[in-house]
């Protein structure tokens, strides 16, 4: 049975749902206007577009629409959020708190801020890739501005408690930030009860276009203000000027809805075939080592109730599983089953040849870290070709390690 190419890297991005794209189409011919034009029909029909997209993000966080900014990207958000909270408040305060963890676009900024003069503290993980709220808690001084948090590591998976980390923050007048991009639309996501007061997302990895994201930032209890980081027009409530991608952020809106009603039916088909992945590889292959928290069945999570509920639970993305293959190089098995698409980590580090830092700061040596392989499970994925998966892998760490042997 001919089952390749299998697609099983959905974190780094996913197919943009025909659903989604069937929102997009009218507006980048038919309804073609400027949503900035308050003067005639087709600016008015863009505004009201992007004002439904902007209340269909916000409801999928518990937010307001108000309080979503339509950015490029998550990356863009990440920068407006941090460089946006150091420009504003960088001359009272000038420390910034956030994890050895986070995706590279949010380290990649706090360590530029650090050399603008902003200090800088890195707080370590546990060896799955946990924060302790009690660290952070430890790490504020007078000087915090803001401490930034993922919610769920793009490479293992680890959900962090971010409700235990926001009453530590709100207690000390601090604002807390997080990249939510892996974990919107896969787990119950609410920044009201989290505490949360900005958060980063993209469509992309919710089944929208590349090249659109959003940015929350809290208005009330406490107001966030941001130094915006692009001058013009003075666009979406001046925090980001730019003519807006009015299709894009059609599609993020479509995408953003349809997360949130088939949110049950998707939750449940990501645990089922994780488990049928983890069960089918790590069972007969006896090196097979897991990275990051526990895989739990179904069983129990269906214990706790609806999706949303077990959500709550979970201490990793239900789609996600990150393993390590004994001593076979990651790169090896890769070329050796190349009909099937994972990675050794995030797509935007795949260029470089070092061993994921997200591994090794839970505790991987180099090798190990080279041995190890990220899988995305996307909600089109099938049983069969989760079989053929773990079937063909499989056969090709028989080869290789019979190869290394000899």
């Known amino acids: 049975m001919d089952m390749t190419p299998i697609y099983l890297d959905h974190h780094a991005t996913t197919p943009v749902d025909p659903r989604v794209l069937e929102a997009m189409l009218p507006y980048f011919s038919i309804n073609f206007g400027n949503a900035a034009s308050r003067q005639h029909v087709f600016g008015w029909e863009a505004e009201e577009a992007v004002n439904i997209a902007r209340k269909q993000v916000a409801d999928c966080i518990g937010a307001e629409a108000s309080e979503i900014i339509f950015t490029s990207g998550a990356t863009e958000s990440n920068n407006l959020a941090l460089k946006g909270l150091a420009e504003m408040y960088g001359q009272k305060k000038r420390h910034l708190i956030t994890t050895a963890i986070e995706h590279k676009c949010v380290l990649d900024v706090c360590h530029h801020l650090e050399k603008k003069g902003f200090n800088l503290t890195v707080i370590p993980v546990d060896h799955e890739g946990r924060v302790d709220p009690a660290d952070i808690k430890i790490a504020i001084t007078d000087q915090t501005i803001a401490v930034s948090v993922i919610m769920a590591n793009n490479e293992i998976g680890t959900i962090q408690n971010l409700k235990a980390i926001s009453q530590i923050t709100r207690e000390r007048g601090i604002f807390l930030h997080s990249d939510i991009v892996q974990a919107f639309g896969k787990i119950a996501v609410n920044v009201n009860e989290l505490g949360i007061d900005l958060a980063s997302i993209s469509a992309h990895k919710i089944y929208g276009p590349k090249g659109v994201g959003a940015l929350y930032v809290r208005r009330k209890n406490p107001r966030v203000k941001l130094a915006a980081q692009m001058d013009g027009g003075g666009h979406e409530n001046g925090m980001r000027s730019g003519t807006l991608n009015v299709p894009g952020i059609v599609g993020l809106g479509k995408a953003a809805e349809l997360a949130r009603f088939e949110f049950e039916e998707n939750f449940w088909r990501y645990i089922r ?34 999706a949303q509920e077990a959500s709550k639970k979970i201490l990793r993305l239900p789609n996600n599983l990150n393993v390590c ?78 190869v290394t042997h000899n």
């Open 273 to 306: 075939l994780r488990q049928q992945l983890f069960e089918g590889l790590c069972a007969p292959i006896s090196q097979c080592l897991l990275n990051g928290p526990a895989v739990l069945p179904e069983s129990i999570l269906r214990s706790y109730g609806t």
């Open 325 to 402: 293959f004994g001593n076979v190089p990651a790169d090896n098995l890769m070329m050796a089953a190349k009909e099937i698409a994972v990675s050794t980590g995030s797509a935007c580090m795949s260029a470089t040849r070092e061993p994921s830092y997200v591994l090794k700061a839970i505790g991987l040596s180099d090798e190990k870290s080279r041995s190890s392989i990220r899988f995305g499970v996307g909600r089109t994925n099938t049983d069969d070709e989760i079989t053929y998966a773990v079937s063909r892998l499989s056969q090709a760490i028989s080869v290789l390690n019979s």
